[in-house]
C-alpha cells in the first residue's frame, strides 16, 4: 500500500513542527543578537551558516533511508536533536550577554545539533514521502507539506511575537521550551504506524557503497542540472532571512515583538502563493510549473526592490504589507519547485529517492547557509562604508533582487517545458 491522503497530512504535521521550532532560530534568536545584545549581524549569520552547513550530511541521511527503509526512525531522532539545538540556543542568547566566550562556544553547539537534527528529520521525511506516495500523488504531497510548514512557521512566529512582549529572558525560555516540547510530541504521534502499512523496504545489496550511490546520481543529466538551479535560486531566496528584522528594528523602530510578528505576516503571504500555485496547477492545472517559478521570481525581485525604496521613509512605512508581497511570490516560487522536486524524485534509477533528496537538500542547506551569510556580512560592510541604515541595507536588498531575476532565467532554461510534474499531483479520485 502507498501513503493515503490522511497520512501525507499526517507527515505534513511533522513537517509543521520542523518550521515552527526553526523559525525561532532564525527569525526571533537572530533579531535579539542584533539589536538587544548589538552583536554584528554576521555572528547570527555565521551560526546559522553553521546549522545549513552540517546539512550537507543530508545524502548521507537519504541514502540511509534508502538502505534500511527505518524513516520514521530517524524523523522522530532528528527531531529531538532540533529540539535540544533550539533549546542551547536559545540558552547561549542569555549567555552571550554576560560571558560572550562561553555563550558563542554553546550557540555552536547548538546550531551544530539544529543542523543534524533537521538533515536527519527532514530528509528521511521527504525520502518517505517520495517513495511511499504514489506517483500520481506526489508533487501534490509535496505542497501539502509545505502548506502546513508554512502555517507552522507563520503561526509559530506569530504567536511567539505577541507572547515576547514585554521581552524577558525567562519568558523566551518558557516559550522554547512549550514549542520544542509541542513540536516532538506531534512528530511522535504523526509518524506513529505509518511506515507499517507500507510495503518493506529491502536492505540494500552488499557492494553499494554511499559515494557509488552518489555518483550515479550526479551522473544522472536531470538531477544534476536541478541541483545546480536549486542552489542559485535558494541563495536568492535565503539572503533577506537574517536581516529582515534587523532592518526593520533598526530603520522602523520595530520592537522586538512586532519584528517577529512581521516574519509571521511574511510566512503568512508565503502561505498564500503556495495555495494559490497549489490551487490553479492541481486543481485547475493553469501554467506550468517553470512559469510558475518565473513568475515567482521575479515577483519577488520587484517586492525587494519595494522594500529596499521604503527605507528613506523610516517609520509608519509601510513595510509589512512590503513584506507579505515578498512572501506571497517567494510561496508561488517554492511551491512550484518541489512539486518538479518531487516528481524528479522518482525518476531515474530506482530506491535513490532519498539520495536525491538529499543532494537537492544539500544543496539548498548549502545555499541558505550561503545566501544567510552573504547578506548578513553585506549588510555590516554596507553600514560601515555608507555610513547610513536604510540605504545599506537598499543595497543589499537590490542585489538580492537580481539574484531573484537571475533565477528566473536559469529556471525558464533548466526546467522542462509544459505541465512538468502536474501529472503526478492528480486529485483523489482522479
Partial sequence: MGLSWFSIVRLGLVQMALGAVVVLTTSTLNRLMVVELALPAALPGALVALHYGVQI?????????????????????????????????????????????????????????????????????????????????????????????????????????????????????????????GAFLVTCLAVAGIERRLAPTPPQPEGAPFMEALREVWAEPKARMFTLFVFLSMTAYFMQELILEPYAGLVFGFTPGASTGLSGAQHAGVFAGMLLVGIACTGFRIGALRSWVAAGCVGSAGALGLIAALGPMGPGAPLVPAVILLGFFNGMFAVAAIGAMMALAGEGRERREGTRVGLWGAAQALAAGFGGLLGATAVDVSRSLVGADAPAFGLVFTAEAALFLAAALMAMRVMEGGRMAMRAAALPGE
Fill in 57 to 181: 550530511s543530508r545524502p548521507r541521511w537519504g541514502f540511509a533511508a534508502d538502505s534500511a527503509g527505518r524513516r520514521t526512525r530517524w524523523i522522530v531522532r532528528g527531531m529531538g536533536l532540533l529540539g535540544l539545538g533550539a533549546a542551547l540556543a536559545a540558552l547561549s542568547v542569555i549567555v552571550l550577554e554576560t560571558r560572550f566566550a562561553e555563550g558563542l562556544a554553546l550557540s555552536i553547539l547548538a546550531y551544530a545539533l539544529i543542523g543534524f537534527g533537521v538533515g536527519a528529520s527532514g530528509t528521511s521525511l521527504l525520502a518517505l514521502l517520495a517513495a511511499g506516495a504514489a506517483e500520481r500523488r506526489r508533487a501534490a504531497a509535496a505542497s501539502i507539506t509545505w502548506l502546513m510548514m508554512i502555517f507552522g512557521i507563520a503561526v509559530t512566529a506569530g504567536t511567539v511575537g505577541a507572547l515576547l512582549d514585554p521581552y524577558t529572558h525567562a519568558r523566551l525560555m518558557v516559550i522554547v521550551a512549550a514549542v520544542t516540547g
